[in-house]
């Protein structure tokens, strides 16, 4: 069992910048896969980052690629995703997924283990 807690969500300005934290509790940090994504209000949860087990590989959805970074810190058992360019259609509950593999994965069933979300809501 992995055990993900995610932080950093909050209130922003449209044009501004968030960074949100995924720790995780995990005893070989570097051998998961580690994703994000995010649920809007009304839609479904859908795909924004990834990055491979090992830390060779990352994969961005297009509608944030070239505005969200996604990073890891495997001494810290962490992953982040830094986000800049924020725009109100990024609103949305930010979720950190996790499974151990080598490989990086968009489709979310793929993922065994799950964060509880942080709500991020950019303001025009």
């Known amino acids: 069992q992995v055990r993900l807690v995610e932080s950093g969500g909050g209130l922003v300005q449209a044009g501004g910048s968030l960074r949100l934290s995924c720790a995780a509790a995990?005893?070989?940090?570097?051998?998961?896969?580690m994703g994000w994504f995010r649920q809007a209000p009304g839609k479904e949860r859908e795909f924004v980052s990834a990055?491979?087990?090992?830390?060779?590989?990352?994969f961005y959805a297009d509608s944030v690629k070239g505005r969200f970074t996604i990073s890891r810190d495997n001494a810290k058992n962490t992953v982040y995703l830094q986000m800049n360019s924020l725009k109100p259609e990024d609103t949305a509950i930010y979720y950190c997924?996790?499974?151990?593999?080598?490989?990086?994965?968009?489709?979310?069933?793929?993922?065994?283990?799950w964060g509880q979300g942080t709500q991020v809501t950019v303001s025009s």
């Open positions: 990055f491979s087990g090992g830390g060779g590989t990352t």
């Open positions: 997924a996790a499974r151990r593999s080598l490989a990086w994965y968009s489709n979310q069933r793929e993922y065994e283990y």
């Open positions: 995990a005893r070989t940090f570097n051998d998961y896969s």
